[in-house]
T-cell receptor
Framework: DADVTQTPRNRITKTGKRIMLECSQTKGHDRMYWYRQDPGLGLRLIYY???????NKGEISDGYSVSRQAQAKFSLSLESAIPNQTALYFC??????????FGPGTRLTVL | EDQVTQSPEALRLQEGESSSLNCSYTVSGLRGLFWYRQDPGKGPEFLFT???AGEEKEKERLKATLTKKESFLHITAPKPEDSATYLCAVQANLWGSQGNLIFGKGTKLSVKP
């Protein structure tokens, strides 16, 4: 089984719809992250969580919200999706200062 | 402001033609510099972490080096399967960005047989 799982892997939705992307991990890491990747812009941090009760905004949090349901689960929500949120979304986990381990990604298209 | 710049944006090599990718950085106290490989449509895959100037690490045809201002990823005698986007990221000290990684935009490497 994969260490970091993201669902769905692909999603096409319409402007204004609420979307939730889910991430779960079996690595036992405390820290979890949501990144967005756009062509030519690299990976940008949306939100991060150091434990269940600690959630922080990253570089580009506007239009997004998150929920850390358990140590192993971290969800990203788009309350009202817009076309410029079309991107690849990656969940990552780490243990303290160790390297982040990335999930396989979710390709989101907002029409 | 912490920043990472990778060059070139794209690099095309013939199989066996060695070259280097550059990662220049400015950061308020470097805790670590990371190299990842990313294949199309997949998540980044960890390659190396470097912590101090002068450090070098190797894995198969890849060798990463670090100075106080930049890192190089040297690719020796590349093969087509080395084709991917290579990402560089820096981790600043915990009192800066809480230790989160700051990524460059990547270098897309294509190796032709």
């Amino acid at each position: 089984d994969a260490d970091v799982t993201q669902t769905p892997r692909n999603r096409i939705t319409k402007t204004g719809k609420r979307i939730m992307l889910e991430c779960s991990q079996t690595k036992g890491h405390d820290r979890m992250y949501w990144y967005r990747q756009d062509p030519g812009l690299g990976l940008r941090l949306i939100y991060y969580s150091f434990d269940v009760k600690d959630i922080n905004k990253g570089e580009i949090s506007d239009g997004y919200s998150v929920s850390r349901q358990a140590q192993a689960k971290f969800s990203l929500s788009l309350e009202s999706a817009i076309p410029n949120q079309t991107a690849l979304y990656f969940c990552a986990t780490s243990d303290g200062d160790t390297k982040p381990f990335f999930g396989p990604g979710t390709r989101l298209t907002v029409l | 402001e912490d920043q990472v710049t990778q060059s070139p944006e794209a690099l095309r090599l013939q199989e066996g033609e060695s070259s280097s990718l550059n990662c220049s950085y400015t950061v308020s106290g470097l805790r670590g510099l990371f190299w990842y490989r990313q294949d199309p449509g997949k998540g980044p895959e960890f390659l190396f972490t470097l912590y101090s100037a002068g450090e070098e690490k190797e894995k198969e045809r890849l060798k990463a080096t670090l100075t106080k201002k930049e890192s190089f990823l040297h690719i020796t005698a590349p093969k087509p399967e080395d084709s991917a986007t290579y990402l560089c990221a820096v981790q600043a000290n915990l009192w800066g960005s809480q230790g989160n990684l700051i990524f460059g935009k990547g270098t897309k490497l294509s190796v032709k047989p």
